[in-house]
């Protein structure tokens, strides 16, 4: 910190930071329910009362220091999606596992599982499938022509409707897996897309 910005910080110093910022987003936690929050890195969140956001800074990490420092206030960095989303535990993946192989040939096996594990939601359910769990994934990362292949045909759904920017991910995969006979996991292919178009914007 000090090579950057030309001045010591202190220990006590960066917590006292860490406390204010604390205090700023616990009101906005109160008060931003149901509006769109920007975080430091430029995504959006929804907030509302059953997401959880929060801050964990090392302070020893000089890189955190820095980023926190630097963030105007009221930019919140989620360490949490809603909560029930990261609490999959290994029994009710194995349940999942086990009613996707007897009901995974349904229409909507999710909405069905859903009636088994009512504390999960139906798309909470499918993305668990389709991004974790699901036996089929390819672990491998994208290669070259795979991602190649997501650029053109993502640009080419965006050019058939052009008025309408959403994107079929279920398509992109499906076509994927006609292609190179491999499943990729929804995430890994947005994680790409929307990594791809950042840098190209900032090439600009």
């Not at 860490?18 to 959006?44: C, D, M």
């Not at 040939?105 to 798309?123: F, G, R, V």
């Not at 008025?163 to 992109?172: A, G, L, N, Q, Y």
Request: charged share 35%; net charge positive; proline share 4%.
């Amino acid at each position: 910190m000090k090579m950057k910005f030309g001045k010591f910080r202190s220990r006590n110093d960066l917590k006292n930071i860490w406390n204010i910022r604390k205090r700023q987003l616990q009101r906005i936690n109160k008060t931003a329910e149901g509006k769109v929050v920007f975080s430091p890195f430029g995504a959006e969140h929804e907030t509302g009362p059953f997401v959880k956001y929060s801050i964990q800074f090392l302070l020893n990490d000089d890189k955190n220091v820095e980023n926190f420092e630097n963030n105007d206030v009221g930019l919140v960095l989620p360490e949490m999606k809603k909560s029930n989303e990261t609490l999959f535990s290994e029994e009710i993946d194995d349940k999942i596992i086990e009613l996707m192989k007897e009901w995974g040939h349904l229409s909507s096996p999710y909405a069905k599982i859903n009636e088994i594990i009512p504390e999960y939601t139906s798309k909470q359910i499918r993305r668990r499938w389709i991004n974790k769990l699901n036996p089929e994934l390819c672990p491998d990362p994208l290669n070259e022509e795979e991602k190649e292949f997501i650029i053109q045909g993502i640009n080419n759904q965006l050019k058939l409707n052009p008025e309408d920017d959403k994107i079929s991910w279920k398509d992109m995969i499906s076509e994927m897996k006609i292609k190179f006979d491999k499943l990729h996991s929804e995430n890994k292919v947005k994680n790409f897309w929307y990594a791809n178009k950042k840098k190209r914007s900032l090439s600009k």
